[in-house]
C-alpha cells in the first residue's frame, strides 16, 4: 500500500521559513515522482513543485508562485521528500499535501498525475 505522511507545517510571519517532509513507505521511492500541493479554504488544490525519482533524474518543476522562493529535493535513503518554503507570505497559507505518481519522465503539475493523498500538514503565515 502506497502512503504518504506530511509534516514540518506550523504557524509563521510573513517573510519567515518552513521545511516540510513527506515521508514514503509502500513504494519504492527512486522510481516515482513526488509532487508537492496545497488547498486554501474555498480554493482547488493547486500544484506547487515535483521532483521525478533519481532513477530519472531527479528532475524538478515549480510553479510560477512559489519559483524562486521554494525548493523540492528527495532523500532516498530516508524515502522522504522535502519541500523547503522561504519568504512566506499570507496567501501562502493552506494545507499542504504530497502524493506520488509513477510517471516516469519529467514530472507534471497537473492534480491528475498523482493518487494515494497524505492528510496534508496546515501551513499558517500571518503577523
Known amino acids: 500500500q502506497l502512503q504518504v505522511v506530511e509534516s514540518g507545517g506550523g504557524s509563521v510571519q510573513p517573510g519567515g521559513s518552513l521545511r516540510l517532509s513527506c515521508t514514503t513507505s509502500?513504494?519504492?521511492?527512486?522510481?516515482?515522482?513526488i509532487g508537492w500541493f496545497r488547498q486554501a479554504p474555498g480554493k482547488e488544490r493547486e500544484g506547487l513543485s515535483c521532483i521525478s525519482g533519481s532513477r530519472y533524474g531527479s528532475v524538478t518543476n515549480y510553479a510560477d508562485a512559489v519559483k524562486g522562493r521554494f525548493t523540492i529535493s528527495a532523500d532516498d535513503a530516508k524515502n522522504t521528500v522535502y519541500l523547503q518554503m522561504n519568504n512566506l507570505n499570507p496567501e501562502d497559507t493552506a494545507i499542504y499535501y504530497c502524493?506520488?505518481?509513477?510517471?516516469?519522465?519529467?514530472?507534471?503539475?497537473?492534480?491528475?498525475?498523482?493518487?494515494?493523498w497524505g492528510q496534508g500538514t496546515q501551513v499558517t503565515v500571518s503577523s
Open positions: 502524493a506520488p505518481s509513477p510517471i516516469q519522465e519529467a514530472c507534471g503539475l497537473r492534480r491528475s498525475l498523482y493518487d494515494y
Open positions: 509502500g513504494f519504492t521511492l527512486d522510481y516515482y515522482a
